[in-house]
């Protein structure tokens, strides 16, 4: 199992360093901690110290890229997840015990969308880009 993860950046040119940069070694032999990731990833989203306006907050786009060679683990992980109030992910965080499809559920709470990229078609990692769209679209 290798979780590699890239960081931040709105440099597209950065981004395509980082993607060309990864190793899909495995291609779908092991079972990936992709809700550790996505975990991690909605912890960078929280809203910011400086009390702007929730308006001012929304506003602004939010989006989380998940690339995999695999499925996620088939059973619940217990993990750090960010405490979501009012559409806000929170810096504070509590230990679950969930599963990847859960956690991209979180998403749709703190607006953040997610794109998920693989060589192959898993049926694990469409649930999970499913997980966040179909609700969007439920609740339009």
């Given at each position: 199992?290798?979780?590699?993860?890239?960081?931040?950046?709105?440099?597209?040119?950065?981004?395509?360093?980082?993607?060309?940069?990864?190793?899909?070694?495995?291609?779908?032999q092991d079972n990936a901690a992709i809700a550790?990731?996505?975990?991690?990833?909605?912890?960078?989203?929280?809203?910011?110290?400086?009390?702007?306006?929730?308006?001012?907050?929304?506003?602004?786009?939010?989006?989380?890229?998940?690339?995999?060679?695999?499925?996620?683990?088939?059973?619940?992980?217990?993990?750090?997840?960010?405490?979501?109030?009012?559409?806000?992910?929170?810096?504070?965080?509590?230990?679950?015990?969930?599963?990847a499809k859960t956690v991209a559920e979180m998403?749709?709470q703190c607006f953040v969308s997610l794109s998920?990229?693989?060589?192959?078609?898993?049926?694990?990692?469409?649930?999970?880009?499913?997980?966040?769209?179909?609700?969007?679209?439920?609740?339009?």
């Amino acid at each position: 199992l290798k979780v590699q993860r890239s960081g931040w950046s709105r440099d597209m040119e950065k981004f395509i360093e980082w993607l060309l940069a990864f190793d899909f070694e495995g291609c779908g032999q092991d079972n990936a901690a992709i809700a550790e990731g996505l975990a991690d990833a909605l912890g960078m989203f929280p809203k910011p110290a400086n009390r702007i306006e929730a308006g001012q907050y929304f506003l602004g786009e939010r989006h989380c890229i998940l690339v995999s060679a695999s499925n996620p683990y088939p059973i619940p992980s217990q993990l750090e997840l960010p405490k979501i109030s009012d559409g806000f992910c929170g810096v504070e965080t509590y230990s679950s015990m969930t599963d990847a499809k859960t956690v991209a559920e979180m998403f749709i709470q703190c607006f953040v969308s997610l794109s998920v990229i693989s060589p192959k078609k898993f049926p694990k990692l469409r649930e999970i880009y499913n997980a966040v769209h179909m609700t969007c679209l439920c609740s339009q």
